[in-house]
């Protein structure tokens, strides 16, 4: 897509100039590789939106998320490989729910499924996630929120506030309300979630994309990547930490910390061969024949090494549903590079 611009010159002056289009070019490589997570991410989802059905565990359908991703992004150490866990927050859930070991959750027919999973090539991140319903009495809800996520991708570019984008999505989210079993709920948007800026093995580079309005005023920048994520809510449109947490990741700004213990000493060297900065979840921790570790990852959690990202959920009884795409705004085009015949 054309960044936008304040009239028809300053949006098509990009795409035609020199010194853009010499700037474009020296970047190709990284592009390349983030075009090649996308496609191993768009024929992954192809593959589960066909094969997830009620009935099937949460953690069966990971599993065959994860083998079939691996395979397609051609899992090699930290050069390529799955850059976050699978998401697969269910209903009043938002984010960052994926079973632990033993986790018996059968998905249901009337389940609204939030499906949020990473590839990466040389760290270069692909976050862009998709809702899952059978019962179509839930069509609306995800279409305002596919509505609001394109338009907060139509929205972003060089030079735009992020505020501005945060703006234009609530005004989108918030004009379609939601009829179930004969009631009536207005679709708020969830206004602590929000998109991001992403960077070389970090999922959250420091810029937050909000998605509703009175947000920062910082701009957008050339060669920036952008997660555009929207959430849609039937609840109160605020989600808090609940139930047990499943996602961890590596404190980007710690600087080694002292450990005492030894069983900590050894499970951050597993981390930090197997996902360096990326985030992990438990069961690839029980994948790579490690048992027994919760003490010594709680203690990482204590010391600040490990942050835990617990499941985010709205209010018990209402449906949250989400759409997520990566986008690089390259000097020339913003690329919506996660973007299928899909979503
Ligand atoms: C994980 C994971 C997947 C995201 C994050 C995301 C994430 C990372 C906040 C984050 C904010 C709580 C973490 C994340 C993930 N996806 N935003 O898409 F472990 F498996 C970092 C942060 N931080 C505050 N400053 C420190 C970093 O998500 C929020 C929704
Ligand atoms: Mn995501
Ligand atoms: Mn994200």
Known sequence: MEHPGVDENTAI????????KALDAANIEW??????????????????????????????????????????????????????????SLNHCA???????????????????????????????IDCAFTLTF?????????????ATNTGIKTAGIDVRLCDVGKAIQEVMESYELEINGKTYPIKSIRNLNGHSIGSYRIHAGKTVPIVKGGEETKMEENE?????TFGSTGRGFVNDDMETSHYMKNYNDSHSLLRLAGSKKLLNVINQNFGTLAFCRRWLDRLGQSRYLLSLKDLCDKGVIDPYPPLCDVKGCY??????????????????????DY
């Open 135 to 147: 019962d179509p009495k839930y069509d609306e809800l995800l279409k305002a929120v596919k509505d």
């Open 225 to 229: 990547v952008f997660a555009i994520e």
């Open 31 to 88: 592009y390349n590789d983030f075009r090649l997570a996308a496609e191993a991410h768009r024929q992954t989802r192809q593959y589960m939106q066909s094969y997830i059905k009620p009935g099937m565990t949460m953690i069966e359908i990971c599993e065959r998320l994860e083998e079939t991703s691996r395979k397609l992004i051609g899992e090699h150490g930290l050069d390529a490989g799955l850059a976050f866990p699978t998401g697969c």
């Open 95 to 125: 984010a960052h729910y994926t079973p632990n070991a033993g986790d018996t959750t059968v998905l249901q027919y009337d389940d609204v499924c939030k499906i949020d999973f990473g590839t990466h090539i040389n760290g270069h991140i």
């Open 13 to 20: 002056y990009r795409t035609t100039n020199a010194e853009k």
């Open 320 to 341: 949250t549903a989400q759409y997520e795409h990566t986008i690089i705004l390259r000097p020339t085009y913003k690329e919506v590079v996660s973007r299928g015949e």
